[in-house]
Nanobody, 123 residues
Framework: EVQLVESGGGLVQAGGSLRLSCAPS????????IGWFRQAPGKDREGVSC???????FLAHSVVGRFTIFGDDAKNTVYLQMNSLKPEDTGIYYC?????????????????WGQGSQVTVSS
């Protein structure tokens, strides 16, 4: 069964940091693009970042300079490092995977989704 397993969410004060991880079960990230999305209560799902297996990356304007996306090939895991967190970063964060190496944060392009990780940033 193909799955994406996430970990690393939690509660942190504004200005703090968290690292989310995303690891596949049942497949490897070769020839896939991995994306991170978030959904705040009452809001639409928002694309945050993505990375191709070639190492190309994209960050949404709202997180540039604060978030970093990177992969560990040996662990077949993708991470989202979140620094200088703000209350408006609060939401459920999902990792997703799609075949192909084109960067996009259009959610409908992604085939596989993680279970979601709650990130709560207190003011």
């Amino acid at each position: 069964e193909v799955q994406l397993v996430e970990s690393g969410g939690g509660l942190v004060q504004a200005g703090g940091s968290l690292r989310l991880s995303c690891a596949p079960s049942g497949f490897t990230f070769d020839d896939y693009t991995i994306g991170w999305f978030r959904q705040a209560p009452g809001k639409d799902r928002e694309g945050v970042s993505c990375i191709t297996n070639d190492g190309d990356t994209f960050l949404a304007h709202s997180v540039v300079g604060r978030f970093t996306i990177f992969g560990d090939d040996a662990k077949n895991t993708v991470y989202l490092q979140m620094n200088s967190l703000k209350p408006e970063d609060t939401g459920i964060y999902y990792c997703a995977a799609k075949r192909g190496l084109r960067l996009t944060v259009i959610a409908s392009r992604y085939e596989y989704w993680g279970q979601g990780s709650q990130v709560t940033v207190s003011s």
